[in-house]
Protein backbone atom coordinates (compact mmCIF):
# COMPACT_ATOMS: atom_id res chain seq x y z
CA UNK A 1 0.00 0.00 0.00
CA UNK A 2 1.27 3.76 -0.57
CA UNK A 3 1.73 5.85 2.39
CA UNK A 4 -1.42 7.58 3.77
CA UNK A 5 -1.97 10.60 6.14
CA UNK A 6 -2.84 8.21 8.55
CA UNK A 7 0.51 6.25 8.36
CA UNK A 8 2.42 8.99 9.06
CA UNK A 9 0.66 10.23 11.74
CA UNK A 10 1.13 6.80 13.25
CA UNK A 11 5.16 6.92 12.40
CA UNK A 12 6.56 7.23 15.84
CA UNK A 13 9.45 8.93 15.14
CA UNK A 14 7.22 11.84 13.49
CA UNK A 15 5.73 12.84 16.41
CA UNK A 16 2.77 14.42 14.29
CA UNK A 17 -0.57 15.54 15.57
CA UNK A 18 -3.77 15.65 13.62
CA UNK A 19 -5.52 19.27 14.03
CA UNK A 20 -8.27 19.08 11.52
CA UNK A 21 -9.35 16.56 8.43
CA UNK A 22 -9.15 13.64 11.15
CA UNK A 23 -12.45 11.51 8.96
CA UNK A 24 -9.58 12.41 5.45
CA UNK A 25 -6.45 10.89 6.29
CA UNK A 26 -6.65 7.47 4.33
CA UNK A 27 -5.75 9.60 1.39
CA UNK A 28 -2.93 8.03 -0.36
CA UNK A 29 0.60 10.87 -0.22
CA UNK A 30 1.93 10.86 -3.21
CA UNK A 31 4.41 13.20 -1.92
CA UNK A 32 6.08 15.61 0.41
CA UNK A 33 6.62 19.14 -0.41
CA UNK A 34 8.17 22.26 0.76
CA UNK A 35 6.72 25.17 0.05
CA UNK A 36 6.70 29.09 1.70
CA UNK A 37 4.71 31.11 -1.40
CA UNK A 38 2.15 32.63 -0.65
CA UNK A 39 0.35 31.02 -3.74
CA UNK A 40 2.02 27.29 -4.41
CA UNK A 41 -0.95 26.13 -6.18
CA UNK A 42 1.16 26.54 -9.86
CA UNK A 43 3.57 23.52 -8.68
CA UNK A 44 1.69 21.64 -7.20
CA UNK A 45 -0.10 17.85 -9.05
CA UNK A 46 -2.11 16.91 -7.00
CA UNK A 47 -1.63 14.16 -4.01
CA UNK A 48 0.92 15.91 -2.09
CA UNK A 49 1.61 16.71 1.73
CA UNK A 50 2.48 20.02 1.72
CA UNK A 51 4.88 21.43 4.26
CA UNK A 52 5.18 24.89 6.09
CA UNK A 53 6.34 27.30 8.56
CA UNK A 54 4.01 30.38 7.60
CA UNK A 55 7.00 32.17 6.67
CA UNK A 56 5.50 34.76 4.11
CA UNK A 57 1.71 34.07 5.24
CA UNK A 58 -0.79 36.13 7.44
CA UNK A 59 -1.19 32.77 9.11
CA UNK A 60 -3.75 35.09 11.51
CA UNK A 61 -6.09 36.72 9.00
CA UNK A 62 -9.35 34.28 8.85
CA UNK A 63 -10.21 35.93 5.26
CA UNK A 64 -6.36 34.98 4.04
CA UNK A 65 -6.46 31.76 5.53
CA UNK A 66 -10.20 30.61 3.77
CA UNK A 67 -8.59 31.60 0.29
CA UNK A 68 -5.12 30.02 0.52
CA UNK A 69 -6.58 26.62 2.23
CA UNK A 70 -9.58 26.57 -0.76
CA UNK A 71 -6.84 27.03 -3.25
CA UNK A 72 -5.17 23.70 -1.75
CA UNK A 73 -8.19 21.82 -2.15
CA UNK A 74 -8.76 22.97 -5.36
CA UNK A 75 -5.22 21.75 -6.64
CA UNK A 76 -5.60 18.44 -5.14
CA UNK A 77 -3.52 18.73 -1.83
CA UNK A 78 -4.43 16.16 0.93
CA UNK A 79 -2.81 17.70 3.43
CA UNK A 80 -0.71 20.71 5.37
CA UNK A 81 1.69 19.98 7.31
CA UNK A 82 2.53 23.19 9.57
CA UNK A 83 5.56 23.37 11.76
CA UNK A 84 5.34 25.05 15.10
CA UNK A 85 8.13 26.74 16.82
CA UNK A 86 9.21 28.84 14.01
CA UNK A 87 7.06 31.85 13.05
CA UNK A 88 4.24 30.82 15.10
CA UNK A 89 4.49 28.57 18.84
CA UNK A 90 0.95 27.37 17.90
CA UNK A 91 -1.02 26.79 14.94
CA UNK A 92 -2.70 30.23 14.18
CA UNK A 93 -6.81 29.54 15.10
CA UNK A 94 -7.76 31.25 11.39
CA UNK A 95 -6.05 28.55 9.51
CA UNK A 96 -7.25 25.57 11.98
CA UNK A 97 -10.76 26.74 11.01
CA UNK A 98 -10.42 27.03 7.19
CA UNK A 99 -8.85 23.76 7.47
CA UNK A 100 -11.81 22.29 9.30
CA UNK A 101 -14.62 24.27 7.02
CA UNK A 102 -12.59 23.00 3.76
CA UNK A 103 -11.99 19.19 5.58
CA UNK A 104 -8.55 19.43 4.63
CA UNK A 105 -6.22 17.81 6.92
CA UNK A 106 -3.80 19.96 9.23
CA UNK A 107 -1.16 18.34 10.99
CA UNK A 108 0.66 19.83 13.54
CA UNK A 109 4.83 18.86 13.05
CA UNK A 110 6.80 19.52 16.09
CA UNK A 111 9.90 21.53 16.22
CA UNK A 112 12.07 18.74 16.62
CA UNK A 113 10.52 16.79 13.40
CA UNK A 114 12.60 18.12 10.28
CA UNK A 115 10.94 18.50 6.62
CA UNK A 116 13.20 16.29 5.68
CA UNK A 117 12.52 13.73 8.03
CA UNK A 118 8.86 13.45 6.25
CA UNK A 119 10.16 13.76 3.05
CA UNK A 120 12.23 10.27 3.93
CA UNK A 121 9.79 8.96 5.39
CA UNK A 122 7.17 9.71 2.36
CA UNK A 123 9.62 8.53 -0.03
CA UNK A 124 10.97 5.39 2.13
CA UNK A 125 6.95 4.11 1.52
CA UNK A 126 7.29 4.63 -1.99
CA UNK A 127 10.06 3.07 -2.48
CA UNK A 128 8.70 -0.05 -0.29
CA UNK A 129 5.37 -0.11 -2.10
CA UNK A 130 6.63 -0.32 -5.44
CA UNK A 131 9.45 -2.90 -4.79
CA UNK A 132 6.31 -4.74 -3.52
CA UNK A 133 4.95 -4.23 -6.29
CA UNK A 134 7.41 -5.18 -8.81
CA UNK A 135 8.03 -8.25 -6.42
CA UNK A 136 4.23 -9.49 -6.93
CA UNK A 137 4.13 -8.28 -10.65
CA UNK A 138 7.40 -10.89 -11.29
CA UNK A 139 5.66 -13.24 -8.67
CA UNK A 140 2.41 -13.05 -11.04
CA UNK A 141 4.64 -13.04 -14.05
CA UNK A 142 5.72 -16.74 -12.69
CA UNK A 143 2.72 -18.04 -12.04
CA UNK A 144 1.08 -16.87 -15.42
CA UNK A 145 3.99 -18.36 -17.16
CA UNK A 146 3.37 -21.67 -15.30
CA UNK A 147 -0.34 -21.72 -16.29
CA UNK A 148 0.35 -21.00 -19.76
CA UNK A 149 2.48 -23.72 -20.41
CA UNK A 150 0.45 -26.64 -18.04
CA UNK A 151 -3.05 -25.49 -18.61
CA UNK A 152 -2.68 -23.18 -21.77
CA UNK A 153 -4.80 -19.87 -22.08
CA UNK A 154 -7.50 -20.89 -20.16
CA UNK A 155 -4.93 -21.82 -17.40
CA UNK A 156 -3.54 -18.28 -17.94
CA UNK A 157 -7.03 -16.38 -17.78
CA UNK A 158 -7.72 -18.08 -14.33
CA UNK A 159 -4.40 -17.01 -12.89
CA UNK A 160 -4.58 -13.43 -14.27
CA UNK A 161 -8.16 -13.01 -12.97
CA UNK A 162 -7.43 -14.22 -9.45
CA UNK A 163 -4.24 -11.93 -9.66
CA UNK A 164 -6.44 -8.46 -10.55
CA UNK A 165 -9.55 -9.70 -8.01
CA UNK A 166 -11.65 -10.01 -10.88
CA UNK A 167 -12.10 -11.55 -14.42
CA UNK A 168 -10.43 -12.11 -17.94
CA UNK A 169 -11.82 -13.17 -21.29
CA UNK A 170 -10.01 -14.04 -24.59
CA UNK A 171 -11.87 -13.33 -27.91
CA UNK A 172 -10.72 -14.66 -31.47
CA UNK A 173 -10.11 -13.02 -34.52
CA UNK A 174 -13.70 -12.18 -35.58
CA UNK A 175 -14.68 -10.84 -31.98
CA UNK A 176 -16.22 -14.08 -30.55
CA UNK A 177 -15.30 -15.00 -26.69
CA UNK A 178 -13.19 -18.00 -26.78
CA UNK A 179 -12.59 -18.68 -23.04
CA UNK A 180 -13.85 -16.67 -19.98
CA UNK A 181 -12.34 -17.06 -16.00
CA UNK A 182 -14.00 -17.25 -13.86
CA UNK A 183 -17.00 -19.64 -15.72
CA UNK A 184 -19.70 -16.85 -14.35
CA UNK A 185 -18.04 -13.54 -16.70
CA UNK A 186 -18.96 -15.89 -20.11
CA UNK A 187 -22.35 -13.60 -20.34
CA UNK A 188 -20.61 -10.38 -19.36
CA UNK A 189 -17.53 -10.48 -21.49
CA UNK A 190 -20.29 -11.38 -24.63
CA UNK A 191 -21.77 -8.30 -23.85
CA UNK A 192 -18.58 -6.85 -24.96
CA UNK A 193 -18.24 -8.03 -28.28
CA UNK A 194 -19.31 -4.89 -30.33
CA UNK A 195 -16.38 -3.27 -28.19
CA UNK A 196 -14.27 -5.52 -28.83
CA UNK A 197 -15.00 -5.59 -32.75
CA UNK A 198 -14.01 -1.58 -32.89
CA UNK A 199 -10.92 -2.35 -31.22
CA UNK A 200 -10.10 -4.72 -34.04
CA UNK A 201 -10.61 -1.49 -36.73
CA UNK A 202 -7.62 0.14 -35.38
CA UNK A 203 -3.69 -1.60 -35.71
CA UNK A 204 -2.39 -3.52 -33.24
CA UNK A 205 -1.32 -2.93 -30.40
CA UNK A 206 -4.49 -0.57 -29.16
CA UNK A 207 -5.97 -0.49 -25.82
CA UNK A 208 -9.31 0.97 -24.59
CA UNK A 209 -11.17 1.38 -21.24
CA UNK A 210 -15.13 0.85 -20.89
CA UNK A 211 -17.81 0.42 -18.75
CA UNK A 212 -18.89 -2.81 -17.80
CA UNK A 213 -22.81 -3.52 -18.66
CA UNK A 214 -25.03 -1.07 -16.40
CA UNK A 215 -22.00 0.03 -15.06
CA UNK A 216 -21.20 -3.19 -13.36
CA UNK A 217 -17.54 -3.47 -13.80
CA UNK A 218 -14.24 -1.02 -15.12
CA UNK A 219 -13.42 -3.34 -18.48
CA UNK A 220 -9.89 -3.09 -20.27
CA UNK A 221 -9.58 -4.25 -23.81
CA UNK A 222 -6.08 -5.14 -25.25
CA UNK A 223 -5.63 -6.53 -28.57
CA UNK A 224 -2.98 -9.24 -29.32
CA UNK A 225 -0.98 -9.45 -32.15
CA UNK A 226 2.07 -8.22 -33.91
CA UNK A 227 0.33 -7.54 -37.84
CA UNK A 228 -2.01 -4.64 -38.69
CA UNK A 229 -4.84 -6.90 -38.00
CA UNK A 230 -5.17 -8.33 -34.51
CA UNK A 231 -5.57 -11.56 -33.94
CA UNK A 232 -7.05 -11.46 -30.58
CA UNK A 233 -8.20 -9.48 -28.09
CA UNK A 234 -7.68 -9.92 -24.42
CA UNK A 235 -10.19 -8.53 -21.99
CA UNK A 236 -9.93 -7.33 -17.64
CA UNK A 237 -12.71 -6.43 -15.47
CA UNK A 238 -12.33 -5.38 -11.95
CA UNK A 239 -14.01 -2.94 -9.65
CA UNK A 240 -11.89 -0.60 -9.50
CA UNK A 241 -8.50 0.80 -11.34
CA UNK A 242 -6.06 -1.18 -11.77
CA UNK A 243 -2.89 -1.21 -9.07
CA UNK A 244 1.04 -1.24 -10.19
CA UNK A 245 0.98 -4.95 -9.19
CA UNK A 246 -2.14 -6.01 -10.99
CA UNK A 247 -0.69 -3.88 -14.12
CA UNK A 248 2.31 -5.66 -14.57
CA UNK A 249 0.06 -9.08 -14.55
CA UNK A 250 -2.14 -7.83 -17.16
CA UNK A 251 0.92 -6.44 -19.54
CA UNK A 252 2.49 -10.47 -18.81
CA UNK A 253 -0.57 -11.96 -19.57
CA UNK A 254 -0.38 -9.58 -23.06
CA UNK A 255 3.15 -10.46 -23.91
CA UNK A 256 2.11 -14.15 -23.27
CA UNK A 257 -0.97 -14.48 -25.06
CA UNK A 258 0.79 -12.40 -28.16
CA UNK A 259 3.53 -15.72 -28.06
CA UNK A 260 0.48 -17.81 -28.25
CA UNK A 261 -1.24 -16.05 -30.91
CA UNK A 262 1.87 -15.74 -32.98
CA UNK A 263 2.92 -19.39 -32.48
CA UNK A 264 -0.85 -20.51 -33.53
CA UNK A 265 0.25 -18.23 -36.71
CA UNK A 266 3.12 -20.43 -37.65
CA UNK A 267 1.19 -23.72 -36.36
CA UNK A 268 -1.31 -22.56 -38.73
CA UNK A 269 0.96 -21.89 -41.53
CA UNK A 270 1.79 -25.25 -41.54
CA UNK A 271 -1.45 -26.57 -41.60
CA UNK A 272 -1.90 -24.63 -45.12
CA UNK A 273 0.92 -26.53 -46.11
CA UNK A 274 -0.57 -29.90 -45.38
CA UNK A 275 -3.62 -28.83 -46.70
CA UNK A 276 -2.16 -27.42 -50.08
CA UNK A 277 -0.73 -31.01 -50.16
CA UNK A 278 -4.03 -32.65 -49.37
CA UNK A 279 -6.11 -30.53 -51.92
CA UNK A 280 -3.45 -31.47 -54.57
CA UNK A 281 -4.21 -35.23 -53.69
CA UNK A 282 -7.98 -34.72 -54.07
CA UNK A 283 -7.85 -33.27 -56.95
CA UNK A 284 -5.48 -35.69 -58.31
CA UNK A 285 -8.24 -38.33 -57.59
CA UNK A 286 -6.05 -39.72 -55.23
CA UNK A 287 -8.89 -39.57 -52.08
CA UNK A 288 -6.94 -42.56 -50.36
CA UNK A 289 -3.10 -40.96 -50.51
CA UNK A 290 -4.97 -37.80 -49.29
CA UNK A 291 -6.88 -39.04 -45.65
CA UNK A 292 -3.39 -40.70 -45.02
CA UNK A 293 -1.89 -36.88 -45.17
CA UNK A 294 -4.62 -35.46 -43.57
CA UNK A 295 -4.09 -37.97 -40.46
CA UNK A 296 -6.59 -36.41 -37.55
CA UNK A 297 -6.05 -32.37 -38.88
CA UNK A 298 -8.56 -32.98 -41.70
CA UNK A 299 -9.54 -36.46 -41.46
CA UNK A 300 -13.46 -36.07 -40.20
CA UNK A 301 -14.07 -33.31 -43.32
CA UNK A 302 -13.03 -35.96 -45.87
CA UNK A 303 -15.26 -39.05 -44.25
CA UNK A 304 -18.59 -36.61 -45.08
CA UNK A 305 -19.66 -34.51 -47.94
CA UNK A 306 -18.84 -31.16 -48.34
CA UNK A 307 -18.47 -28.30 -50.50
CA UNK A 308 -15.65 -26.82 -52.71
CA UNK A 309 -15.76 -23.11 -52.44
CA UNK A 310 -13.31 -20.89 -54.89
CA UNK A 311 -12.62 -16.91 -54.09
CA UNK A 312 -11.03 -14.27 -55.91
CA UNK A 313 -10.34 -11.08 -55.26
CA UNK A 314 -11.00 -8.56 -58.57
CA UNK A 315 -10.40 -5.05 -59.23
CA UNK A 316 -13.11 -3.76 -61.24
CA UNK A 317 -13.91 -0.23 -62.10
CA UNK A 318 -16.23 1.82 -60.01
CA UNK A 319 -19.51 1.80 -62.88
CA UNK A 320 -18.79 -2.09 -63.57
CA UNK A 321 -19.33 -2.69 -59.59
CA UNK A 322 -22.46 -0.73 -59.10
CA UNK A 323 -23.87 -4.07 -60.33
CA UNK A 324 -23.53 -5.71 -57.42
CA UNK A 325 -26.33 -3.56 -55.71
CA UNK A 326 -28.73 -5.66 -57.10
CA UNK A 327 -30.13 -9.24 -55.16
CA UNK A 328 -30.39 -11.73 -57.90
CA UNK A 329 -31.77 -15.25 -56.64
CA UNK A 330 -27.96 -16.45 -57.84
CA UNK A 331 -26.38 -15.11 -54.77
CA UNK A 332 -28.59 -16.04 -52.10
CA UNK A 333 -26.87 -17.64 -48.74
CA UNK A 334 -27.69 -21.44 -48.58
CA UNK A 335 -29.52 -20.82 -45.74
CA UNK A 336 -31.37 -16.98 -45.86
CA UNK A 337 -29.52 -16.46 -43.22
CA UNK A 338 -29.12 -12.62 -41.49
CA UNK A 339 -24.96 -11.78 -41.54
CA UNK A 340 -23.50 -12.53 -37.45
CA UNK A 341 -22.42 -8.93 -36.22
CA UNK A 342 -18.73 -10.67 -36.43
CA UNK A 343 -19.50 -11.42 -40.15
CA UNK A 344 -20.93 -7.21 -40.69
CA UNK A 345 -17.76 -6.34 -39.40
CA UNK A 346 -15.49 -7.65 -41.01
CA UNK A 347 -17.61 -6.81 -44.28
CA UNK A 348 -17.81 -3.02 -43.43
CA UNK A 349 -13.93 -3.02 -44.53
CA UNK A 350 -14.06 -1.91 -47.85
CA UNK A 351 -10.69 -1.05 -48.15
CA UNK A 352 -8.89 -4.48 -46.68
CA UNK A 353 -8.09 -7.51 -47.83
CA UNK A 354 -11.56 -9.57 -48.53
CA UNK A 355 -9.36 -12.70 -49.51
CA UNK A 356 -8.13 -12.68 -45.64
CA UNK A 357 -10.78 -11.51 -44.42
CA UNK A 358 -12.99 -14.14 -45.71
CA UNK A 359 -10.08 -17.17 -44.19
CA UNK A 360 -11.11 -15.66 -40.97
CA UNK A 361 -14.73 -15.66 -40.73
CA UNK A 362 -14.69 -19.45 -42.29
CA UNK A 363 -11.74 -20.51 -39.70
CA UNK A 364 -13.28 -18.43 -36.76
CA UNK A 365 -16.84 -20.09 -37.93
CA UNK A 366 -15.71 -23.11 -38.31
CA UNK A 367 -13.59 -23.20 -34.99
CA UNK A 368 -16.54 -21.99 -33.11
CA UNK A 369 -18.36 -24.78 -34.15
CA UNK A 370 -16.26 -27.27 -33.69
CA UNK A 371 -16.02 -28.17 -37.64
CA UNK A 372 -12.86 -29.22 -39.52
CA UNK A 373 -12.03 -27.06 -42.09
CA UNK A 374 -9.44 -26.68 -45.15
CA UNK A 375 -8.24 -23.16 -46.32
CA UNK A 376 -5.90 -23.00 -48.76
CA UNK A 377 -4.83 -19.65 -50.62
CA UNK A 378 -3.36 -19.33 -54.03
CA UNK A 379 -2.29 -16.68 -54.91
CA UNK A 380 -5.26 -14.11 -56.13
CA UNK A 381 -7.60 -16.87 -55.03
CA UNK A 382 -8.71 -18.89 -52.08
CA UNK A 383 -10.10 -22.37 -52.00
CA UNK A 384 -11.92 -23.74 -49.08
CA UNK A 385 -13.10 -27.47 -48.60
CA UNK A 386 -15.68 -27.24 -45.63
CA UNK A 387 -18.54 -29.24 -44.30
CA UNK A 388 -21.80 -29.29 -46.62
CA UNK A 389 -24.33 -27.52 -44.41
CA UNK A 390 -21.71 -26.12 -41.83
CA UNK A 391 -21.05 -23.17 -40.19
CA UNK A 392 -18.00 -22.25 -42.30
CA UNK A 393 -20.19 -22.35 -45.45
CA UNK A 394 -22.95 -20.18 -44.05
CA UNK A 395 -20.16 -17.75 -42.86
CA UNK A 396 -18.57 -17.67 -46.43
CA UNK A 397 -21.66 -17.06 -47.89
CA UNK A 398 -23.02 -14.73 -45.21
CA UNK A 399 -20.24 -12.63 -45.78
CA UNK A 400 -19.98 -12.24 -49.42
CA UNK A 401 -23.15 -10.75 -49.56
CA UNK A 402 -23.17 -9.04 -46.78
CA UNK A 403 -19.54 -7.08 -48.51
CA UNK A 404 -21.73 -6.55 -51.80
CA UNK A 405 -24.50 -4.79 -49.86
CA UNK A 406 -21.69 -2.92 -48.11
CA UNK A 407 -19.73 -2.07 -51.15
CA UNK A 408 -22.66 -1.49 -52.99
CA UNK A 409 -23.81 1.86 -50.88
CA UNK A 410 -19.92 2.52 -50.22
CA UNK A 411 -18.23 6.00 -51.50
CA UNK A 412 -15.58 3.40 -53.09
CA UNK A 413 -17.63 2.89 -56.10
CA UNK A 414 -17.25 6.55 -57.06
CA UNK A 415 -13.33 6.45 -56.83
CA UNK A 416 -12.32 4.76 -60.16
CA UNK A 417 -11.27 0.94 -59.39
CA UNK A 418 -11.91 -0.62 -56.02
CA UNK A 419 -11.07 -4.36 -55.06
CA UNK A 420 -13.89 -7.00 -54.90
CA UNK A 421 -14.38 -10.63 -53.87
CA UNK A 422 -16.21 -12.74 -55.94
CA UNK A 423 -16.90 -16.40 -54.57
CA UNK A 424 -18.45 -19.64 -56.14
CA UNK A 425 -19.37 -22.86 -54.09
CA UNK A 426 -20.23 -26.10 -55.57
CA UNK A 427 -22.41 -28.62 -55.05
CA UNK A 428 -22.09 -31.65 -52.15
CA UNK A 429 -19.32 -33.84 -53.24
CA UNK A 430 -17.20 -36.74 -51.82
CA UNK A 431 -13.74 -37.11 -52.25
CA UNK A 432 -13.48 -38.91 -55.02
CA UNK A 433 -15.57 -36.20 -56.73
CA UNK A 434 -13.14 -33.78 -55.66
CA UNK A 435 -12.11 -32.61 -59.05
CA UNK A 436 -15.69 -32.39 -59.94
CA UNK A 437 -16.74 -30.14 -56.98
CA UNK A 438 -13.60 -27.90 -58.02
CA UNK A 439 -14.54 -27.15 -61.53
CA UNK A 440 -18.09 -26.65 -60.30
CA UNK A 441 -17.21 -24.28 -58.03
CA UNK A 442 -14.93 -22.56 -61.14
CA UNK A 443 -17.68 -22.12 -63.00
CA UNK A 444 -20.52 -20.42 -60.51
CA UNK A 445 -17.02 -18.24 -59.76
CA UNK A 446 -17.11 -17.65 -63.49
CA UNK A 447 -21.03 -16.74 -63.77
CA UNK A 448 -20.26 -14.33 -60.36
CA UNK A 449 -17.80 -12.57 -61.76
CA UNK A 450 -19.48 -12.31 -65.34
CA UNK A 451 -22.52 -11.20 -63.62
CA UNK A 452 -21.02 -8.93 -61.46
CA UNK A 453 -22.20 -10.99 -58.02
CA UNK A 454 -20.46 -11.74 -54.76
CA UNK A 455 -21.14 -15.08 -54.53
CA UNK A 456 -23.11 -17.67 -57.32
CA UNK A 457 -24.21 -21.37 -55.88
CA UNK A 458 -23.82 -23.83 -58.77
CA UNK A 459 -26.62 -25.73 -57.58
CA UNK A 460 -28.94 -22.39 -58.37
CA UNK A 461 -27.62 -22.22 -61.75
CA UNK A 462 -28.48 -25.72 -62.53
CA UNK A 463 -32.05 -25.37 -61.01
CA UNK A 464 -32.07 -21.46 -62.72
CA UNK A 465 -32.75 -20.55 -65.83
CA UNK A 466 -29.79 -20.31 -68.78
CA UNK A 467 -31.72 -16.85 -69.82
CA UNK A 468 -29.88 -14.36 -66.58
CA UNK A 469 -26.07 -15.97 -68.23
CA UNK A 470 -27.09 -14.15 -72.19
CA UNK A 471 -26.72 -10.83 -70.16
CA UNK A 472 -23.67 -10.46 -71.11
CA UNK A 473 -21.84 -8.28 -73.63
CA UNK A 474 -20.24 -10.66 -75.56
CA UNK A 475 -23.60 -12.43 -75.88
CA UNK A 476 -25.42 -9.51 -76.88
CA UNK A 477 -23.07 -8.05 -79.49
CA UNK A 478 -23.19 -11.56 -81.40
CA UNK A 479 -27.18 -11.21 -81.26
CA UNK A 480 -27.14 -7.65 -82.12
CA UNK A 481 -24.86 -8.60 -85.27
CA UNK A 482 -27.21 -11.69 -86.11
CA UNK A 483 -30.41 -9.81 -85.87
CA UNK A 484 -29.78 -6.26 -87.25
CA UNK A 485 -30.43 -6.87 -91.03
CA UNK A 486 -33.61 -8.46 -89.97
CA UNK A 487 -34.37 -5.24 -87.97
CA UNK A 488 -33.06 -2.76 -90.73
CA UNK A 489 -35.44 -4.34 -93.05
CA UNK A 490 -38.25 -3.68 -91.02
CA UNK A 491 -37.46 -0.13 -90.27
CA UNK A 492 -37.65 0.04 -94.23
CA UNK A 493 -41.70 -0.33 -93.09
CA UNK A 494 -41.47 -3.48 -95.81
CA UNK A 495 -42.69 -6.08 -93.39
CA UNK A 496 -41.98 -7.24 -89.48
CA UNK A 497 -39.77 -10.07 -89.71
CA UNK A 498 -38.39 -9.82 -86.49
CA UNK A 499 -41.55 -10.22 -84.74
CA UNK A 500 -42.65 -12.75 -87.16
CA UNK A 501 -39.41 -15.10 -86.58
CA UNK A 502 -40.18 -14.82 -82.88
CA UNK A 503 -43.89 -16.16 -83.41
CA UNK A 504 -42.56 -18.84 -85.88
CA UNK A 505 -39.90 -20.49 -83.28
CA UNK A 506 -42.57 -19.81 -80.33
CA UNK A 507 -45.16 -21.64 -81.96
CA UNK A 508 -42.28 -24.67 -83.19
CA UNK A 509 -42.42 -23.59 -86.81
CA UNK A 510 -46.32 -24.65 -86.71
CA UNK A 511 -48.05 -21.82 -89.50
CA UNK A 512 -51.14 -21.73 -88.40
CA UNK A 513 -50.67 -20.97 -84.98
CA UNK A 514 -47.78 -18.72 -85.38
CA UNK A 515 -50.35 -16.76 -88.11
CA UNK A 516 -53.34 -16.48 -85.71
CA UNK A 517 -50.75 -14.89 -83.13
CA UNK A 518 -49.53 -12.35 -85.83
CA UNK A 519 -53.33 -11.66 -87.04
CA UNK A 520 -51.78 -12.43 -90.67
CA UNK A 521 -52.54 -15.61 -93.34
CA UNK A 522 -50.11 -18.34 -93.10
CA UNK A 523 -49.03 -17.67 -96.63
CA UNK A 524 -47.87 -14.23 -95.69
CA UNK A 525 -46.11 -15.81 -92.67
CA UNK A 526 -44.26 -18.48 -95.26
CA UNK A 527 -43.48 -15.35 -97.60
CA UNK A 528 -41.51 -13.58 -94.56
CA UNK A 529 -40.02 -16.66 -93.17
CA UNK A 530 -38.46 -17.23 -96.93
CA UNK A 531 -37.34 -13.50 -97.00
CA UNK A 532 -35.65 -14.28 -93.68
CA UNK A 533 -34.01 -17.01 -95.13
CA UNK A 534 -32.76 -14.80 -98.08
CA UNK A 535 -31.60 -11.80 -95.60
CA UNK A 536 -29.70 -13.69 -93.35
CA UNK A 537 -28.44 -16.33 -95.93
CA UNK A 538 -29.54 -19.21 -93.34
CA UNK A 539 -31.92 -22.18 -93.72
CA UNK A 540 -34.26 -22.12 -90.93
CA UNK A 541 -34.92 -26.20 -91.33
CA UNK A 542 -31.31 -26.27 -89.59
CA UNK A 543 -32.08 -26.94 -86.06
CA UNK A 544 -28.91 -25.27 -84.99
CA UNK A 545 -30.13 -22.31 -87.12
CA UNK A 546 -32.93 -22.16 -85.42
CA UNK A 547 -31.35 -22.19 -81.60
CA UNK A 548 -29.14 -19.50 -82.47
CA UNK A 549 -31.82 -17.12 -83.61
CA UNK A 550 -33.69 -17.84 -80.86
CA UNK A 551 -31.12 -17.50 -78.32
CA UNK A 552 -30.11 -14.33 -79.86
CA UNK A 553 -34.00 -13.07 -79.78
CA UNK A 554 -33.86 -13.82 -76.02
CA UNK A 555 -30.73 -11.99 -75.05
CA UNK A 556 -31.85 -9.14 -76.70
CA UNK A 557 -34.70 -9.03 -74.36
CA UNK A 558 -32.91 -9.81 -71.53
CA UNK A 559 -32.56 -6.52 -69.15
Not at 60 to 83: C, D, H, I, S, T
Not at 269 to 288: C, I
Not at 292 to 311: E, K, S
Not at 470 to 498: I, N, P, Q, S
Request: aromatic share 4%; proline share 5%; with cysteine.
Amino acid sequence: MPPTLASLVHHSALKLTVRAGEDRLDVPVRWAHVSELADPVPYMEGGELLLITALKLDAENPEEMRRYVKRLAGAGVVGLGFAVGVNYEDIPHPLVEAARQEGLPLLEVPRRTPFLAISKAVSAAIAADQYRAVTAGFAAQRELTKQALTDGPEGLLAALAAQVDGWAALYDASGAVVATAPEWAVRRAARLTADVERLRERPAPASSVVGGPENEDRVELHSLGTGRRPRAALAVGTAAALGTAERYAVHSAIALLTLTTERSRSLHAAEQRVGTAVLRMLLAGEPDHARAVAGDLYGQLLDAPFRMIVAESVTVSGSASAALAAAADLGRTPAGSTPSPAVLAAAADPGGDPLGALAEVVESAAARAGEAVLVVPEGERLVVLAGDGGAAVIACAEYATALEAARAGSAVRDAGEAGELVVGLSAPAGPIAAAAAYKQAEQALSVARRRGRAFVEHERMAAGSVLPLLADDAVRAFADGLLRALHEHDATGRGDLVASLRAWLSRHGQWDAAAADLGVHRHTLRYRMRRVEEILGRSLDDPDVRMELWLALKATSVD
